[in-house]
């Protein structure tokens, strides 16, 4: 699918704020009511938009801790990491897992409401994925800059 303007602005705004109304979204984007629904729901229908979700705050949820977790496995042959891929997508407190280049297999970000926490996950989840050689983490001090909108040119 290939955005226009209108996309581009209705995509951003959702991103601020995906409970806006349609008829909020449509005077902001300058279109009809009518005309930016059907927008938005090609949107929807050719994924660009992938879904909808409240962002909670970590520490009013009582998971202030981000850590940094670098995974190297014993092999990378393609079953191996099909099978540590699924394993990890089973530890609710993984939020994020990607494959990566360089000197470790896997960046995961791990949420933690303190340091036993992360030392029970640690011992009782991560050092018994499938796979796994070495285990590497680093917690975070502070978050300097968290977002979830995508730059969109």
Same mark, same amino acid.
């Given at each position: 699918m290939t955005l226009d303007k209108y996309d581009t602005l209705?995509?951003?705004?959702?991103?601020?704020?995906?409970?806006?109304?349609?008829k909020q979204l449509a005077e902001e984007v300058s279109l009809s009511e009518s005309s930016c629904l059907?927008?938005?729901?090609a949107l929807e229908e050719s994924d660009?938009?992938?879904?909808?979700?409240?962002?909670l705050s970590q520490p009013k949820v009582g998971l202030p801790g981000n850590v940094f977790v670098h995974i190297g496995l014993t092999r990378e042959v393609e079953s191996d990491l099909a099978a540590f891929e699924q394993a990890v997508r089973d530890i609710?407190?993984?939020?994020?897992?990607?494959?990566?280049?360089?000197? @470790?297999d896997y960046l995961l970000?791990?949420?933690?409401?303190?340091?036993a926490d992360f030392e029970r996950i640690h011992k009782t989840e991560l050092t018994r994925l499938p796979g796994v050689?070495?285990?590497?983490?680093? @917690?975070?001090i502070r978050t300097v800059r968290?977002?979830?909108?995508?730059?969109?040119?």
């Open positions: 209705i995509l951003e705004a959702l991103q601020r704020d995906g409970r806006i109304s349609n059907r927008r938005v729901r660009v938009i992938d879904r909808y979700a409240a962002l609710p407190e993984v939020m994020e897992c990607y494959l990566m280049s360089g000197e @470790f970000r791990v949420v933690v409401s303190d340091m050689a070495r285990v590497n983490s680093s @917690f975070a968290r977002k979830t909108e995508l730059p969109l040119r």
